[in-house]
């Protein structure tokens, strides 16, 4: 039997006690110290002092004076109860703070918000904690405005005006003096700048007009609307296009002279059918028995665009092409990538190049990496491409190659090419997936538009053999490049290279999915190697492909994944399973792969390594404008979804749910595949709790479920174009058969590459 704790001993007050404990940890910068450190070296040997402190150091945690480590441990926080970081307005009124260390989201009524906006860097204090409220900070100073730019609807009235936004951020309106509208009127769209902030004496923002992009409703004043929401360029600069405009596309006797000649090998681009830019090419031909020469080639940007230059710059800043619904916002201007640059069939052009030696199993017995000069002979369109292999007796998705045809040769012209290129291609999937590649095949939405703009049709395009061709050609030459600089002998260092990296899933996401999945009797690996999680997943894959739960379980698997990014540090590429990867194939609308193109052409030459923090600086930068530039194309797509749902208020559809959140449910209609929303406050029968590991809304009383992928019944009942919110009903009981999907009347086929 242990020790008996004495009874008696010094009375302490609790203050006196609190004094002391705050001295102790003060003295302990760093240093978790568990209960028995503190009862042992405070001499807190009774019972009555042990329940004091235990109420102390609960309380010191909960205002913030200490960390609790776990459950028995506790250390001095050090952070101070002043802190810098990053502000997010929502329009609820629930504003958070991101702290710069990477810590939990903390709440920041409106009534302390200093009228920060999202994005802004703002510096924090943290209120007092009441007993039993959140932690809670209120902002004292805004240090960096995000943007200073805002783009809304004009309300001009008698004597002022006002731009009314969209996402309704604003506490209030920003007010325009009717001197600065530049001729703006009621219901044009408009880029203002906000010329005053609010502050003590105003609570207003005051703002001036940039630009009037037009009229609300306009497809043109729209999309632009869109861009310059997010910052991007709507207008090319004038001065960047006179400048291109003055680059000849003439190849000199010198350039043929410094380059591997191509134009005599056969060569092809496969391409979407509107693309205008042809920015790779594949040329073939037998070098043995059994032994081909496959030449990856890529439009040579960095020999017309020079490293700083007037177009350089303007590449650089917008880093990649814009795809939205109807059009392109181009990274280069389009003198330059719609014909100096861009492949176009029968005409020379330089380009840079990865050649290949592969044999009949797809093995690479040799690489070149070269500059070249090449004649493409044929532009094929994906559609075109396809009907080859097919006319060859390739079925699609079945992965297997076109049969050989014997003695009577393949049909159509230039089938012997495709053929042979869609067989090779096929082998290097095969060996890319049992090396570890996840196989998940999405689709895409997109619409049929007419000449005004407006969607008369919408349907998923998924990605055909003849895409899987070209991708795979395109993944290989990737990986090439990146391996042939970041590939070094043991002891040495590679030279700084932007690599493309996609790093390990999520584990409390996988953890997430584990406990889902085991609802439908599945299981998969959510730790160990790179290989065998990946082996896990896929495996996961195909037990679900063409059951009702696989979209679900696809859908769950692929939130778990971290996005792709760029870095010049690598770490691999989980989802393709590449220990190297890089972005070297589309220079004409990406930039990190006018920077890989140099970086190939100076290293080849013996050329130093370039400044690294540099090189990152640029790849963070590349990255982000990605991002916005796919939320930019998300808004395009919701905007044509909403219009053409427009006119279809009151119509019921079969769909199923597609998303379920704490304010509501998605919907996707099967016919069309548009996604709106049934707010959960719409949901009388009930009061519905999100589960959000299963994701699904439980009733609390009835314990009816709405879980992702089950089936439901809808009713169209809003579609608000300016906010590009499409609202659901619930029609009848809600609740509808599981119905097959309707097959689209429109060859599916694949819009732009990979995004991996």
């Not at 480590?69 to 929502?90: A, D």
């Not at 081909?292 to 590449?315: F, L, M, N, P, Q």
């Amino acid at each position: 039997m242990g020790k008996k704790e004495k009874k008696g001993g010094k009375r302490m007050s609790k203050k006196q006690l609190s004094a002391i404990i705050e001295k102790y940890f003060s003295s302990q910068p760093g240093v978790t110290l568990t209960l028995k450190d503190i009862f042992r070296n405070l001499h807190l040997d009774t019972h009555p002092l042990k329940m004091i402190a235990l109420d102390i150091l609960e309380e010191m945690s909960w205002d913030d004076i200490i960390t609790k480590v776990s459950e028995t441990s506790y250390s001095l926080n050090t952070k101070g109860l002043v802190q810098e970081g990053t502000f997010l307005r929502k329009s609820n009124g629930k504003n958070s703070f991101l702290p710069d260390d990477g810590g939990k989201p903390i709440f920041v009524a409106e009534r302390n918000s200093m009228s920060a906006l999202s994005g802004d860097r703002v510096r924090v204090s943290f209120m007092a904690r009441r007993q039993k409220h959140i932690k809670e900070a209120q902002v004292i100073a805004v240090l960096k405005r995000a943007k200073d730019q805002f783009v809304g609807r004009l309300r001009v009235g008698n004597d002022i005006a006002f731009l009314v936004t969209p996402e309704n951020t604003f506490v209030h309106d920003i007010l325009i003096p009717k001197r600065k509208l530049k001729g703006g009127k009621t219901d044009d769209k408009a880029v203002v700048r906000i010329i005053q902030w609010p502050d003590a004496e105003h609570k207003n923002l005051i703002g001036e007009v940039v630009d009037v992009l037009g009229q609300t409703g306009n497809n043109d004043v729209e999309m632009n609307t869109i861009l310059a929401q997010y910052g991007l360029p709507y207008k090319y600069p004038k001065t960047v296009e006179a400048a291109a405009d003055k680059i000849s596309g003439e190849i000199t006797p010198k350039d043929i002279a410094e380059r591997e000649d191509f134009r005599n090998t056969w060569t092809c681009t496969i391409d979407p059918k509107d693309a205008k830019d042809f920015d790779d090419a594949l040329s073939i031909k037998e070098i043995g028995k059994g032994l081909y020469e496959v030449g990856v080639h890529i439009a040579d940007v960095s020999h017309y665009v020079t490293e700083g230059s007037i177009i350089d710059r303007e590449a650089e800043k917008r880093a990649t092409s814009v795809y939205l619904v109807d059009r392109t916002i181009p990274m280069l201007p389009e003198h330059l990538c719609n014909f100096v640059c861009s492949l176009r069939p029968n005409e020379d052009k330089l380009a840079y190049s990865v050649v290949f030696d592969i044999d009949d199993e797809g093995n690479v017995k040799h690489y070149r990496i070269v500059h070249t000069v090449i004649r493409s002979n044929r532009r094929y369109a994906y559609e075109e491409a396809q009907q080859i292999l097919e006319d060859n007796g390739v079925i699609d998705g079945t992965g297997q190659p076109a049969p050989n045809p014997g003695k009577k040769g393949y049909l159509n012209e230039n089938g012997w090419e495709i053929c042979t290129l869609d067989r090779l291609a096929k082998k290097l999937r095969e060996k890319r997936f049992k090396a570890g590649s996840v196989n998940f095949d999405t689709e895409e939405l997109h619409f049929e538009i007419d000449e005004k703009g407006h969607p008369v049709g919408c349907y998923f395009k998924r990605s055909k053999d003849a895409n899987k061709l070209i991708e795979e050609f395109m993944l290989l030459a990737n990986r090439t490049v990146a391996e042939s600089i970041g590939r070094v002998a043991k002891g040495k260092k590679a030279k700084v290279l932007p690599y493309r990296i996609h790093d390990n899933p999520d584990p409390e996401k996988m953890e997430n999915l584990r406990k889902f999945i085991v609802n439908f009797g599945l299981k998969v690996k959510t730790d160990g190697t790179r290989n065998a999680m990946i082996k896990s997943i896929n495996k996961l894959i195909n037990e679900v492909e063409g059951k009702r739960e696989g979209k679900l379980v696809q859908t769950v698997a692929l939130r778990a994944m971290m996005k792709a990014k760029y870095s010049v540090h690598n770490i691999g590429h989980f989802g393709l399973g590449f220990d190297y990867y890089t972005h070297f194939t589309s220079p004409i609308r990406r930039y990190p792969d006018t920077m890989v193109h140099r970086l190939l052409t100076r290293y080849a030459a013996g050329g130093r390594s370039v400044n690294e923090k540099h090189c990152e600086e640029l790849c963070d930068h590349c990255s982000e404008m990605e991002q916005i530039a796919q939320n930019a194309e998300r808004d395009s797509i919701k905007y044509k979804m909403v219009e053409f749902m427009g006119d279809k208020i009151g119509s019921v559809y079969d769909a199923h749910i597609s998303g379920v959140t704490s304010y509501g449910i998605y919907a996707e209609i099967d016919e069309n595949h548009c996604e709106g929303m049934i707010p959960i406050r719409d949901l009388i029968d009930d009061y519905y709790e999100f589960d959000e590991k299963n994701f699904m809304l439980i009733g609390r009383r009835h314990h009816h479920k709405y879980q992702l992928g089950d089936p439901v019944k809808i009713e169209v009942a809003k579609a608000n174009l300016e906010r590009r919110q499409l609202d659901f009903a619930l029609a009848s009981d809600g609740l509808s058969k599981p119905v097959p999907k309707a097959s689209s009347p429109i060859p599916k086929g694949k819009g732009r590459r990979s995004k991996r």
